[in-house]
C-alpha cells in the first residue's frame, strides 16, 4: 500500500519560512514523480511543484518559482517543500501526491494516484 503523510504546517507571518514534509511508503518509488498541490477555500486545487524521484529534475508553478524549493531524500523516503518568503495568498491545505500515469501533465490533478491527507499551511499578514 502507498502511504503518504504530510508535516510542518501551520501558522507564519508573512515574509517567514516554513518546510513542509511528506513521508512516503516504499511503494511510492514506483511512481516516477511526486507533487505538492495546494487548495484555498473556494478555491480549485493547483499544482506548486514536482519532483523526479531519479535525478530530481524539479518543476514549480510561476507563483512560487524563486520562493520554494522542492526536494527528496530518497534514503528516507521523504519529500520536502521549502517556502521562503512566504505570501499571505499561500495560505492553503497543502497536499503531497504520488503520479502514477506515464506521460500525464504533473501539472494538474490528472495523473496523480495516491494523495496525503493535507496539511494546513496559514500565513498572517
Known amino acids: 500500500q502507498v502511504q503518504l503523510v504530510e508535516s510542518g504546517g501551520g501558522l507564519v507571518q508573512a515574509g517567514g519560512s516554513l518546510r513542509l514534509s511528506c513521508a512516503t511508503s516504499?511503494?511510492?518509488?514506483?511512481?516516477?514523480?511526486m507533487g505538492w498541490f495546494r487548495q484555498a477555500p473556494g478555491k480549485e486545487r493547483e499544482f506548486v511543484a514536482a519532483?523526479?524521484?531519479?535525478?530530481?529534475?524539479?518543476l514549480y508553478a510561476d507563483s512560487v518559482k524563486g520562493r520554494f524549493t522542492i526536494s527528496r531524500d530518497t534514503a528516507k523516503n521523504a519529500v520536502f517543500l521549502q517556502m521562503n518568503n512566504v505570501k499571505p495568498e499561500d495560505t492553503a491545505v497543502y497536499y503531497c501526491a504520488a503520479h502514477g500515469v506515464a506521460y500525464a501533465s504533473v501539472v494538474v490533478t490528472t495523473g496523480y494516484e495516491y494523495w496525503g491527507q493535507g496539511t494546513q499551511v496559514t500565513v498572517s499578514s
Open positions: 516504499r511503494r511510492t518509488f514506483s511512481s516516477r514523480v
Open positions: 519532483i523526479m524521484w531519479s535525478g530530481g529534475s524539479s
